[in-house]
Every structure is written in structure tokens, then in C-alpha cells.
């Protein structure tokens, strides 16, 4: 309750200042092109915010996940082995073989796969977040939201662009260059390039380095096509490099006999200090793409041609028990990716009593996948039999490879001047196949008979909380075939009930596409003494219910909307308590809430903004979820979560803030930002584990710059968690902990640890913006 009135407390106050919009200052129009035209903000009925690319750069936010913090029931987590999007609560797994929940569009073109989450962002015009199924026009798998990401278009006339910053605490200097003009006659181009480095916060002692640290190079180039007639035509490549060294984790909450057993000279630090051991962790990425985007003139229609090429390649290093102890060191994975697309499509002109967008669209994407993971030289502590596991390994490799085509169409009828009807599908059919091996192995250095080796492994696997199965699983070689037809529709009424107001009420039905699981240690089919073993999974489904309203005077834009979604067989990555995953799709939940933002012009000098979310995310049936530690089992070694929560899904987000600007002379003047990110209390993993939940947070940040000689320069000072909040991103427990807790001791102790994530601590930036 308390929420709702805080909620509720907000919008009256924006709303009893409506008075003051008989002054004549009047707020900027965003404009946005969430329905695949140019729109203002307000005048789309759907739940969206939208962040410029002026906002982006002049808070030196680098990546969508430091963007996530600042939109509420938006969040992206970058975690130890995989990366994935979360809109109201409704998120990705770890697995490679799962298609994000949330749709990523870079310029047109889907970045579906979770890596790609790390891109950079550089020389933008704006960044929207769509929450709530997006089928009909951003594609079948945007089940949750989409993310639509539009790059700085190439300019008629000249002009450039350097920027140069250095933050002082973590030792991160980055640099941004643009130019941008004509090259020929009705020819202009673009081209972008940064440069970033990130020296780290955490004290790794085993390597004596910081942590993490990254290094980033982004280039980018454009070419336009325009001579005034029916074409337009655009050409982006894109190339970037972004490595990352540790992570911010530390492990932390030993629980009964851990402390025991990890004593003396194999000590665990658990301390939350920003402090922690372990072996090397890194992830090397090259991305590219290009893209080729046509519209033109049909009378007055337009005709666009989006046609694009993705690739990239990640090769990870990591240490998987997350401690300095050598017992999962020196894991291998990679990934190849690659993907192409055509989308052509048919818009109206706009305006008229009935407006529609129609197309086609087929994508063709692959990607290869090994893992392969190491037992190191602690198990020699152990002695026999265990110890013969030193020097093993399992060598997993997954392809898979998918067409996907589709038709949509959506269309606005104008009933009245006040009411219009819109009503959208999508049809589509996605044939994926996809393979997985795997291989029980051993350097020469591990003389142990291959019947050992095997016997060994399975037993190791099988000490636990979540048992699986495994006889067999040397050599294991299975594949499949998945063909699915969906068909996803899209109703809504919008009433303008004056010139100020517009009301709107919608149902939406959305899907994702099922797939192959590269993570399981069990044979597909096996029964085993929790859930069988897995590789294909099904697809999802979600249906959405929204009403809202959109209302905007002269000086203040307020939205509110309130939204619920219920969702079947959710595609769930449950981690078996030591080293493997079953993926299956927990039975169905429902999500439902209030968003709102509004931004209120006192004056030409000061802005106030603020967004909020409350979420309330149900499990309406999930019988075999992961226990948490010493949890009783409901369902042989499982959990029902039916009625609870899910990670990551706090029931209060908010950020708001003020923008305040002046000259303080005929060449100068001075600006001002101050802005606050909150948040109540969240699960950290997914089997709801009470030793680790984020307590809520309140983080600061602000920014204050001068610039003189007409807008040539601008010098800020940017800074970010000033209050230095402690924020656990998110957490697990450590791997392999529980197991030889129980095989030191004999079976006598239980225990385990934890290891959790932690958000950048207080940063602050000084950077030097040259245009010319």
C-alpha cells in the first residue's frame, strides 16, 4: 500500500502543477519509431521510455546494462557465463541455447543472442524499452519487451565530434571521435570511433590485478543515399572488440561445515569486502555487422528494405568455482555466431481515416558452441579415488542452426476523431535444428582408466541436492528437429479524450521459440531421480492485457499504465546443485502491475522527471523448482514455487531527477543534473534462496558542465553510486561447494557457500566534449 500511495503521490503532484502550463515554455517532443514510424512519444499507446542519446553520452553510460539501472521493470544482468534482459520480471536463463525474452534491435536488425547484450553503446540518437509483448512488429521472440537501439544518422553539412574522459577511482579513460557531413552529391557518410578501458575495483589476490577490467574498440561508418526523389538509402558497418578480465564477485555466507572444511591453508576469503581469489576469468568478443536500409516512394506509401549480416565470436576463459582453490580452473568456452536477415515492408502515408504497416520477414542464423570443463589439483587433497579425477575433463560442443519467416500487418482505423481501432498479428514459422556432444576425457597427465574416469564423474555429479542422471553420458551424441507455426494478434482501442488526454486499452498475445538445451549432464528421456534428462524444451506463450492513458500540456507529459501478463510454459534453467542444468518449462505465471513517468517544465532553466514501476510477478504453477540450500524438498528433489516470486523482479522501481540549465555570461553556461535510481528488495538466483536477496537500494548520481563559444565546448564532471551503495547484482551458490563439504567429512557435515555480483561502486568521470 505504501508503494501504491507513493506511486499515486507522485502523479498528483505533476498533476496539480498543470496550472502552470499557461506560462509559455513548452517541453522538447521525443520521437520514437517503437511502430516502425516516426511518433512522438506521447502519441504512442503503448508502455515505453525512452532515453536520448545526449542523456547517454553526457552520463557516460557505456552499455545497456548501466542503462537498465535508470528505467523501471527494466534490468540486465552480465553475470559469469552468459548475459540476458529482463522486462517486468520476465527474463532469459543461462543457457546458449535460449533465445532472449526480451527482443534487442540494433537499427532494424535483431540481436537475439545474449552475448550481444554486452555491445557498446556509442554515437546514439536515442535508446526506447517497450515493455510488454512486442510481436507484431518487432518479431516472435520479443515475448516480454523489446529494446530498440538507433544509431546517429550521417548529417548534410560537416561537423565533428571528440570527446575525452577519464574517471579517477577505477582508472578508466575512454575517448570518442565523430565526423559527419557530405562526401559527393546527395552522398553523406558518418564515421564513429571510441576507445575504453576500465582498470577494476575488486582485489583479486591469487592474480594481483583489479578486477573487472575491460577493454573496448568500437568503429563505425555510414553512407547515405539521398537525392531529394523516392530513394533513401543507407549503408552501416559496424565492428567492435569488447574484453573483459574478472569479474565483480566475491564469495561470501559460508554455511555450516564450509568453514569447516575450507579452513587452513584452503581457506575461502567470504568476507564482503571488495576482496576476493580466484584464477584467470576472461571473455574475448568480436562483433560485426552491417546493414543495408532502403525506403523508398510508392506515391505515398513507402516501400523499406532492411537487409542485415551479424557475426561474432566469444573464446572465455573462467574459474568456475569462483575461489582461489584450483578445482574448476581453466573452463574453455566459445562461441561462433552468425545470422542474416530481410525484412520488407509496406507503410501508409499517415494520417488518414485508415493507416497500416504491413511485411515479410526471414532470418537464417547459426551458432557453435563448446564448453569444456576442467577438474583441477585440489581433488588431489582427497585422495584416492577422487583424486584421479585431477586433470579431467568433459568436452561438450553444440551447433544449432534456424530459419525463421514471417508475415505481419497492422492497421489503425479512425471509428471517430476520438476512437481508433488497431488491430496487428504476426505469423510465423521457425525451423531449427540443433546437435550436442559430449566427451569424458583426461590430459596425459591423468593416467586413470577410462572406465574410471567415467564411473568418477558420474559420481560426482550425483553428489547433491538435485541428482541426475548419467550412466552413459560418455560419448553421449543426440540431436534434433524443432518446427513450430505461430500466430500472435494484436488488439487495441484508443480514445482522445481532449486534446490533452488519450486513453488506450490493448490485448496482445506473444511467443518464443523453443529450442535445444546445451547445458544438461543428463541423457535426454532418462529418468532420473528429479526431472528426466532434457535437450529439446518447448516454445512459450504470453498474453497481455494493458490499459493506460497519455497526457501532455505544454509543460508537463505524464503516462501511466497498468498491465497484467500471463504466461505458459516459461522456459526455466534450473542449476542441478554441482555442475550441470535441466532446462523445462515451468507451467505458467502471471505478471502484473502499475507504470508510470511524467516530466514537468518549471521553467526554461529547470526540468523535473520521474518513472516508477510496481510489479507483482506470481508463479501460478511450478511444481519442480531448485531447492535452496537445507530447503525440504516438496516434489522428490524439487521444489513447488507456486505462488512465489521470481529472481530479479523487485516489487518497486522508480528513478527520477532534475535537469537545470543557465548562462552565466554572454559565452558560458552552466548545467546541472542530479539523478536517483531505487529499488526494493530482490531474489538473487533462481531458486529464491534467503541468504541471497538484494535489501534494496537508493543510488545517486549527477552532473554538472560548463560550455562556452556557442555549444564548441562543454567540460563536466559526471558522477555515478555517489553514495557509494553496495549493490549485489545477482548471486549463486559456489559450484562443487556442497559436494565436498559432504565428501571431506564423510557424509558427517553439510554445507555450502555463495558467491554474488556486485554493481560499480562510486565513480566519478571528467570529461571534455569538443564539436566542431
Not at 520488407?344 to 537464417?364: C, H, K, M, W
Not at 591423468?446 to 552413459?472: I, R, S, Y
Not at 482501442?493 to 486513453?503: G, K
Not at 567429512?745 to 566519478?764: K, Q
Request: glycine content about 10%; overall charge negative.
Amino acid at each position: 500500500m505504501t508503494k501504491i500511495n507513493l506511486l499515486g503521490a507522485s502523479i498528483l503532484a505533476l498533476s496539480i502543477c498543470l496550472p502552470a502550463a499557461a506560462q509559455a515554455q513548452v517541453l522538447d517532443e521525443i520521437i520514437v519509431t517503437a511502430q516502425k514510424r516516426a511518433q512522438g512519444l506521447q502519441d504512442v499507446p503503448i508502455s515505453i521510455s525512452a532515453v536520448t542519446g545526449a542523456t547517454i553520452e553526457n552520463r557516460s553510460i557505456d552499455s545497456l546494462s548501466e542503462l537498465s539501472s535508470s528505467v523501471p521493470n527494466f534490468y540486465i544482468q552480465e553475470n559469469q557465463i552468459d548475459s540476458s534482459i529482463s522486462v517486468r520480471g520476465v527474463t532469459t536463463g543461462n543457457n546458449k541455447g535460449f533465445e532472449q525474452s526480451v527482443g534487442m534491435y540494433f537499427d532494424g536488425i535483431s540481436f537475439g543472442r545474449s552475448q550481444l547484450v554486452r555491445t557498446p553503446l556509442v554515437d546514439l540518437e536515442r535508446v526506447e524499452v517497450l515493455r510488454g509483448p512486442q510481436p507484431t512488429l518487432f518479431g516472435k521472440n520479443a515475448i516480454a519487451g523489446a529494446v530498440n537501439v538507433v544509431s546517429a544518422k550521417p548529417t548534410d553539412e560537416f561537423e565533428g565530434k571528440l570527446s575525452l574522459s577519464y574517471e579517477f577511482n577505477h582508472e578508466e579513460p575512454q575517448a570518442l571521435g565523430v565526423i559527419s557531413g557530405p562526401i559527393a552529391e546527395n552522398l553523406n557518410g558518418r564515421l564513429t570511433a571510441s576507445y575504453r578501458e576500465l582498470g577494476g575495483w575488486i582485489n583479486n589476490t591469487q592474480l594481483d590485478r583489479l578486477e573487472p577490467q575491460r577493454d573496448e574498440l568500437y568503429f563505425r561508418g555510414q553512407l547515405e543515399y539521398d537525392n531529394g526523389g523516392p530513394l533513401n538509402l543507407n549503408f552501416k558497418g559496424e565492428y567492435a572488440t569488447f574484453d573483459s578480465y574478472g569479474y565483480a564477485m566475491e564469495a561470501l555466507l559460508p554455511q555450516d561445515g564450509y568453514s569447516t572444511v575450507f579452513a587452513g591453508p584452503i581457506a575461502v576469503e567470504t568476507n564482503e569486502d571488495n576482496v576476493r581469489a580466484s584464477n584467470d576469468v576472461q571473455s574475448l568478443n568480436d562483433m560485426f555487422n552491417a546493414v543495408v536500409t532502403a525506403n523508398y516512394d510508392l506515391g505515398e506509401h513507402t516501400l523499406t528494405s532492411i537487409t542485415g549480416y551479424v557475426e561474432y565470436d566469444t573464446k572465455e576463459i573462467l574459474d568456475v568455482d569462483y575461489t582461489g582453490l584450483d578445482i574448476l580452473d581453466g573452463t574453455n568456452q566459445s562461441e561462433k555466431y552468425n545470422q542474416f536477415s530481410q525484412e520488407l515492408r509496406i507503410a501508409s502515408p499517415g494520417g488518414e481515416t485508415f493507416d497500416y504497416i504491413g511485411g515479410v520477414f526471414y532470418q537464417n542464423n547459426n551458432a557453435d558452441v563448446t564448453d569444456q570443463v576442467f577438474l583441477g589439483q585440489f581433488l588431489a587433497l582427497a585422495g584416492p579415488p577422487v583424486s584421479f579425477l585431477v586433470d579431467s575433463f568433459w568436452d561438450r560442443e553444440f551447433e544449432q542452426s534456424s530459419d525463421l519467416y514471417s508475415v505481419f500487418a497492422q492497421g489503425d482505423y479512425r471509428i471517430t476523431d476520438q476512437l481508433t481501432l488497431t488491430a496487428g498479428a504476426r505469423l510465423s514459422h521457425e525451423e531449427k535444428t540443433g546437435a550436442r556432444t559430449l566427451v569424458i576425457d583426461a590430459l596425459p597427465s591423468n593416467a586413470a582408466p577410462q572406465a574410471t574416469l567415467e564411473a568418477l564423474w558420474a559420481a560426482v555429479l550425483n553428489v547433491g541436492p538435485h541428482q541426475v542422471p548419467t550412466a552413459g553420458l560418455n560419448g553421449s551424441q543426440f540431436d534434433g528437429k524443432i518446427k513450430e507455426t505461430n500466430f500472435d494478434p494484436l488488439v487495441r482501442l484508443q480514445y482522445e479524450a481532449s486534446d490533452n488526454v488519450s486513453l488506450y486499452a490493448s490485448y496482445t498475445q506473444g511467443s518464443k521459440a523453443g529450442g535445444f538445451d546445451i547445458r544438461s549432464n543428463s541423457i535426454p528421456g532418462t529418468p532420473g531421480i528429479g526431472n528426466p534428462g532434457t535437450f529439446e524444451f518447448d516454445g512459450e506463450s504470453a498474453t497481455n492485457y494493458e490499459l493506460g492513458a497519455k497526457m501532455g500540456w505544454d509543460q508537463v507529459r505524464l503516462n501511466v499504465s497498468a498491465f497484467q501478463t500471463d504466461y505458459d510454459d516459461l522456459q526455466t534453467n534450473i542449476f542441478d546443485g554441482v555442475l550441470g542444468f535441466l532446462v523445462q518449462n515451468a507451467s505458467a505465471a502471471k505478471v502484473k502491475g502499475i507504470e508510470a513517468d511524467g516530466r514537468f517544465l518549471v521553467n526554461d532553466n529547470l526540468q523535473f522527471y520521474a518513472s516508477a514501476a510496481i510489479l507483482d510477478y506470481k508463479f501460478t504453477s511450478f511444481t519442480d523448482s531448485q531447492c535452496a540450500y537445507q530447503e525440504t524438498p516438496t516434489n522428490g528433489t524439487f521444489c513447488d514455487r507456486s505462488g512465489a516470486t521470481a529472481p530479479f523482479a523487485p516489487d518497486f522501481t522508480s528513478n527520477f531527477g532534475l535537469d537545470y540549465n543557465r548562462d552565466i555570461s554572454e559565452n558560458l553556461e552552466f548545467d546541472l543534473n542530479i539523478n536517483v535510481d531505487t529499488s526494493s528488495s530482490y531474489f538473487l538466483t533462481t531458486n529464491l534462496d534467503g541468504n541471497l536477496i538484494e535489501d534494496g537500494f537508493t543510488k545517486l548520481g549527477g552532473q554538472i558542465g560548463i560550455s562556452g563559444g556557442e555549444n564548441t565546448w562543454r567540460l563536466s564532471l559526471i558522477g555515478d553510486n555517489l553514495t557509494n551503495e553496495r549493490i549485489r547484482v545477482l548471486g549463486g551458490t559456489l559450484p562443487l561447494a556442497r559436494t565436498f563439504v559432504q565428501l571431506a567429512s564423510g557424509g558427517a557435515l553439510d554445507g555450502t557457500g555463495y558467491n554474488a555480483i556486485y554493481a560499480r561502486p562510486r565513480n566519478i568521470t571528467l570529461k571534455l566534449d569538443y564539436n566542431f
